[in-house]
């Protein structure tokens, strides 16, 4: 009988997982191991920059799906099945009547922009914050590595896939030590 071994979910392990897709990425666009390692410092001084002392917490999926799910709903209300609804998407009622409201409020800005446009805030579909960072911070600091800007880009995507494909709806504490057990890892002279 097979034996299957898990590794031992934690901060360092997840910092290492995301670590080492950086630096494999780098390595492969042929960067120096000076450049790679400089890399990977990029991704760890943001993340302690953006979570210092917080939870990190990894998505379970980008959120590019929630749109789609929450236009299903919407098309599929028909006033009075909230609850079928619900029980379909396996969500709460309260979620179902969130998900209407906000798409009729939605509709009703489309048609009415031009003439209320102060009353209904804007709807704002929001990203977790996690991708946010690496999709928003990260690319500039492997630039500054030496990085080509489209090499960047596609390693942020690359990154945010596997974080959440192999730790998805983890939290880990970006605390201080964490910081300092993996920089001292990568380029200690940089301190």
């Given at each position: 009988?097979a034996?299957?071994?898990?590794?031992?979910?934690?901060?360092?392990?997840?910092?290492?997982?995301?670590?080492?897709?950086?630096?494999?990425?780098?390595?492969?666009?042929?960067?120096?191991?000076?450049?790679?390692?400089?890399?990977?410092?990029?991704?760890?001084?943001?993340?302690?920059?953006?979570?210092?002392?917080?939870?990190?917490?990894?998505?379970?999926?980008?959120?590019?799906?929630?749109?789609?799910?929450?236009?299903?709903?919407?098309?599929?209300?028909?006033?009075r099945?909230?609850?079928?609804?619900?029980?379909?998407?396996?969500?709460?009622?309260?979620?179902?009547?969130?998900?209407?409201?906000?798409?009729?409020?939605?509709?009703?800005?489309?048609?009415?922009?031009?003439?209320?446009?102060?009353?209904?805030?804007?709807?704002?579909?929001?990203?977790?914050?996690?991708?946010?960072?690496?999709?928003?911070?990260?690319?500039?600091?492997?630039?500054?590595?030496?990085?080509?800007?489209?090499?960047?880009?596609?390693?942020?995507?690359?990154?945010?896939?596997y974080?959440?494909?192999?730790?998805?709806?983890?939290?880990?504490?970006?605390?201080?030590?964490?910081?300092?057990?993996?920089?001292?890892?990568?380029?200690p002279?940089?301190?």
């Amino acid at each position: 009988m097979a034996t299957e071994t898990y590794e031992t979910l934690n901060a360092d392990s997840v910092m290492s997982g995301m670590e080492r897709v950086v630096y494999d990425y780098a390595i492969g666009l042929r960067m120096s191991d000076e450049s790679a390692m400089k890399c990977v410092r990029g991704l760890i001084d943001v993340l302690y920059l953006n979570f210092k002392g917080q939870l990190m917490y990894i998505p379970t999926g980008d959120g590019s799906d929630r749109a789609d799910l929450y236009n299903k709903v919407y098309h599929e209300f028909t006033g009075r099945n909230h609850a079928e609804l619900a029980v379909k998407y396996r969500h709460s009622v309260q979620w179902v009547y969130n998900v209407i409201r906000r798409r009729h409020d939605s509709a009703i800005r489309a048609l009415q922009d031009d003439l209320f446009p102060f009353d209904i805030a804007p709807e704002v579909e929001h990203r977790p914050v996690l991708l946010q960072i690496i999709a928003e911070y990260l690319p500039a600091e492997w630039m500054r590595a030496g990085m080509a800007e489209a090499d960047a880009n596609k390693l942020a995507g690359k990154l945010a896939a596997y974080t959440i494909e192999h730790y998805p709806g983890i939290a880990i504490t970006i605390s201080e030590g964490l910081h300092r057990r993996h920089t001292d890892r990568y380029l200690p002279g940089l301190l």
